[in-house]
């Protein structure tokens, strides 16, 4: 999934009729992974061909965010990240769109190949 990172708070968006929101609101601790650099690294035995990565996984509780003045900014936390840039956005599109933020209680990462 896309997401955007700010001062200890990943945000999300998805689907209004997301199956995450559903699970979210029967039980609201998550675990998250997210992975950059990924490079896989082939040998000719394919028991030794393996994977280049740097890993966050962690821990949290996540909310989804019903103000619209709220969900505006962490949108453009996400669209920052993407995009370089903020965007404003219709009423219509902020309805159809829900926005998760998880704040990280717990967190640690592993690099691996480098």
């Known amino acids: ?6 001062d200890g708070i990943i945000y999300l968006h998805t689907s209004i009729n997301s199956m995450k929101l559903e699970l979210i609101r029967r ?21 030794k061909t393996s994977m280049r990565y ?3 996984i962690g821990c949290g509780s996540a909310y989804i965010i019903e103000d619209n003045t709220e969900k ?3 949108l453009n936390i996400i669209t920052l990240k993407y995009l370089g840039r903020r965007y404003t ?3 219509s599109d902020l309805n159809r769109t829900a926005v998760i933020k998880i704040v990280v209680e717990e967190a640690s990462a592993k690099i691996s190949g480098y």
């Open 1 to 6: 999934m896309n997401y955007g990172y700010k």
């Open 27 to 47: 039980n609201n601790f998550i675990c998250f992974e997210v992975d950059t650099d990924l490079e896989l690294v082939v040998n000719e035995d394919p028991c």
């Open 54 to 56: 740097k890993s966050v």
């Open 72 to 74: 505006t900014n962490a």
């Open 89 to 91: 956005y219709k009423s």
